[in-house]
């Protein structure tokens, strides 16, 4: 008996610890996933509804309508003529969603592109020395709000407030460190016998990048692809700054339920919120294994 | 060292050229980026804010803008509150991160779900975690629900409203966000230590406790500092969790150093101190950042090391 207490405490006591933790941890997700199935009056029930029996789609076909559904409504101004508003919440999810495709797609391919090719020169041609290497970590390092005022000025005189491009450039800025440093640890790894023998049999620099490298590293490039998607398209102070209409982003959408003329619409915000998050964690554990990689830039492998 | 590993080929015109390509976009970059802080520069030391005429009109104030700020108590308090969110919140994140990390270490039945689990936190987008909270933690929400059903009694906590309760959930919420961070970082620590040198300790009769004190945590070092560095960073500079829960309040309880220059700058629109402001956080960031980074350089060629060694790692 007391052999058999020994020899099982410990594993129990783990298991009701991990346990306990993932309960912790997946309740959140459990709870706005359950949410945005509830229809709107089991939003604020007491005692709370954990699994709505009258399960509905209506916060989906809300958010994301399928159809065109009125959302301009007019009210009077100062001189008594009639304005046309649109309703801020209607119909923008669609919008918001095309635009952070866009710019988080764009923003990740252009700096995981430059990224690799920088991070080959600094991996066989030493173009930057470690200590430069350590000092691109500062660009990311720097919290955003520290540079998200002057860039507001700066963007105001250059027009590229509330543009595609405006984002896309700063996402460039953020996310080239992690592209660089990410990409730089898988090429290390490659042997360099190759290029040597690609290069005695003719090959000129960028064949040996294109055909040697890149093939190789591929996967890699994918992770960090995908890696610097998740931030990107998380992101949600410059995005809420340099933005006012046009290129409204999903996270910026979503704060914009809060303290509208709807008032606290939880299932619509739920139902939002599983379509913003639901990729990211579908792609996060598609990557698992190079997160680690990713988040300590490289530093600590698996 | 570095010449074995470079590529030898025939300097000449061409490898410059082709190192200069490779090279351009990061400089066309911090070409493009460098007027933002000269036009900074300019606010710094000019007192404007939106509601006086044309910007480039502006009254010069020399340090008067900079002094304006380093006497404003409002901006002292919102440094310590930053320093205190950013020292508990690693702090927390760092003891759960590491004894999830323990329990995780040893593969067992069941180990890739509960990873999957774990690491959900830190997948979630800042703002979907910060409206998701807003709901879990409404007054007749599942939390108190939860723990009235736990405790037998009716709880009714507004965990939002009252200064230190806030303050609280506040940091509970970026300890929940990013444990996952330090312990994939910590799990991914522990099985590159050599399992040799594990087995030997216990040859020689060494207890769990001293294995894990003499022999596991001395080799664990740079890691652990990596996390806890890259993690205080982060949490220095946290905004999109606080902003959208709470906006700083109850009152100040929550105003950081990311929320109130937020709020200098785009709710009462003191162009000019917000920039001066962006420029003394700007400073000091990059003062521990860099300190950070020396700290980092040196963990870093200890990782390098005993992964270079022969039968250490996978």
Redo the contacts between chains.
């Keep these: 008996m007391k052999r058999f207490v020994k020899k099982w405490r410990y594993?129990l006591f783990?298991t009701l610890?991990?346990t306990a933790?993932?309960l912790?941890?997946?309740?959140?997700?459990f709870?706005?996933t359950s949410?945005s199935f509830k229809p709107d009056n089991e939003w604020?029930?007491?005692?709370?509804v954990?699994v709505s029996k009258n399960a509905t789609l209506d916060n989906y076909r809300m958010v994301w309508p399928i159809h065109q559904t009125g959302s301009i409504f007019v009210t009077p101004d100062q001189k008594g003529h009639g304005v046309a508003h649109e309703s801020v919440t209607a119909n923008k999810p669609w919008h918001a969603l095309k635009n952070s495709l866009l710019i988080a797609l764009s923003s990740t391919a252009i700096a995981v592109a430059?990224g690799t090719?920088?991070a080959?020169?600094v991996s066989?041609?030493?173009?930057?020395s470690?200590t430069r290497m350590?000092?691109l970590?500062?660009l990311r390092?720097?919290?955003?709000?520290?540079?998200?005022?002057?860039?507001?000025?700066?963007y105001s005189?250059l027009q590229l407030m509330d543009t595609a491009s405006g984002l896309i450039?700063v996402y460039?800025?953020t996310s080239?460190p992690y592209a660089v440093w990410m990409t730089k640890s898988f090429i290390d790894e490659v042997p360099?016998e190759m290029?040597?023998a690609a290069?005695i049999l003719g090959a000129s620099?960028w064949q040996t990048i294109w055909e040697i490298i890149f093939p190789l590293i591929r996967s890699g490039v994918v992770a960090t692809f995908l890696f610097i998607l998740?931030l990107t398209?998380?992101e949600?102070?410059l995005s809420f700054?340099l933005s006012k209409v046009d290129v409204v982003t999903?996270?910026?959408q979503?704060?914009k339920?809060?303290g509208s003329t709807e008032g606290r619409v939880?299932g619509h915000?739920?139902a939002l919120?599983v379509g913003?998050?639901f990729p990211?964690?579908i792609?996060?554990?598609f990557i698992?294994k190079h997160?680690?990689r990713g988040?300590?830039f490289g530093?600590?492998?698996? | 060292m570095a010449n074995a590993q470079t590529i030898a080929r025939k300097p000449g015109r061409g490898l410059l050229v082709f190192k200069w390509t490779l090279l351009g976009p990061l400089f066309g970059l911090l070409l493009f980026i460098l007027p933002a802080f000269l036009l900074q520069l300019y606010f710094s030391f000019h007192s404007w804010t939106i509601y006086l005429g044309s910007w480039w009109d502006a009254e010069f104030a020399g340090l008067g803008v900079f002094r304006d700020v380093l006497t404003d108590s409002r901006f002292w308090w919102a440094a310590l509150r930053s320093l205190i969110f950013a020292s508990l919140s690693t702090l927390g994140c760092f003891v759960a991160g590491f004894a999830l990390a323990m329990a995780m270490h040893r593969p067992f039945r069941g180990h890739s779900l509960f990873y999957a689990v774990f690491i959900l936190p830190m997948l979630t987008v800042p703002v979907v975690i910060a409206y998701t909270f807003e709901m879990l933690l409404f007054q007749r929400g599942p939390i108190n629900g939860i723990l009235s059903t736990i405790l037998m009694t009716n709880v009714n906590v507004t965990w939002l409203a009252q200064p230190p309760i806030a303050v609280f959930t506040v940091i509970m919420l970026e300890i929940w966000n990013w444990t996952p961070f330090v312990f994939i970082i910590m799990l991914a620590g522990l099985s590159s230590l050599p399992p040799e040198l594990d087995e030997a300790a216990q040859v020689l009769g060494a207890s769990r406790w001293r294995i894990f004190s003499e022999v596991q945590l001395p080799l664990l070092r740079p890691v652990i500092m990596l996390a806890l560095i890259l993690r205080f960073l982060e949490a220095m500079g946290e905004f999109p969790k606080t902003w959208a829960l709470l906006q700083g309040g109850p009152g100040s309880a929550t105003e950081t150093v990311p929320v109130y220059l937020f709020l200098t700058t785009w709710q009462y629109f003191h162009i000019s101190r917000g920039a001066a402001m962006s420029y003394l956080v700007l400073i000091f960031m990059i003062l521990i950042v860099l300190l950070g980074i020396r700290l980092l350089r040196r963990e870093k060629q200890t990782i390098d090391a005993i992964h270079a060694k022969p039968g250490a790692g996978e």
């Excluded at chain 1, 530093?299 to 698996?302: D, E, I, L, N, S």
């Design positions: 594993p783990r610890m991990l933790w993932a912790l941890a997946g309740f959140p997700i709870w706005i949410t604020h029930k007491w005692p709370p954990y430059f090719l920088l080959y020169g066989r041609y030493r173009i930057l470690d350590f000092q970590l500062v390092m720097i919290p955003p709000i520290v540079v998200a005022a002057p860039l507001t000025l700066y005189v450039v460039f800025i080239l360099r290029e040597q290069e620099r998740i398209w998380s949600y102070l700054i999903l996270p910026v979503l704060s339920y809060e939880y915000q739920a919120a913003i998050t990211l964690i792609i996060g554990i698992r997160l680690v988040f300590t530093m600590v492998k698996r």
